[in-house]
Nanobody, 119 residues
């Protein structure tokens, strides 16, 4: 399975962006789908998670501003980001844990999409 992330770009502080992550194959079972980010010099950090039961969780740094969702029919994961701050600038990665397609299950990462927030 390949995950293709898109939607990054340059946005002014206070603006919004929506990231997308599409799987190359139909996913019939999964544990969680996640968005991580990594800013220069920092470790990769989790910013949003959605489980197969629909539970979501976010760190305090993005809570109330970011929303993760999934369109099963489109095989796509989204991250709606609003009220963006300069400190949200990072490369954003989608990740699937326990993704099962056909007879293969595993953990998969997308290639990353750059989000730059200007003041």
């Amino acid at each position: 399975v390949q995950l293709q992330a898109s939607g990054g770009g340059l946005v002014q502080a206070g603006g919004s962006l929506r990231l997308s992550c599409t799987a190359s194959r139909r996913i019939f079972r999964w544990e969680s789908m996640n968005w991580y980010r990594q800013a220069p010099g920092n470790q990769r950090e989790l910013v949003a998670r959605i489980t197969s039961s629909g539970d979501t969780n976010y760190p305090d740094s993005v809570k109330g501003r970011f929303t993760i969702s999934r369109d099963t029919a489109a095989n796509t994961l989204y991250l709606q980001m609003s009220s963006l701050k300069r400190e949200d600038t990072a490369v954003y990665y989608c990740h699937g844990l326990g993704l099962c397609s056909r007879s293969v299950c595993g953990s998969y990462w997308g290639q990353g999409t750059l989000v730059t927030v200007s003041s």
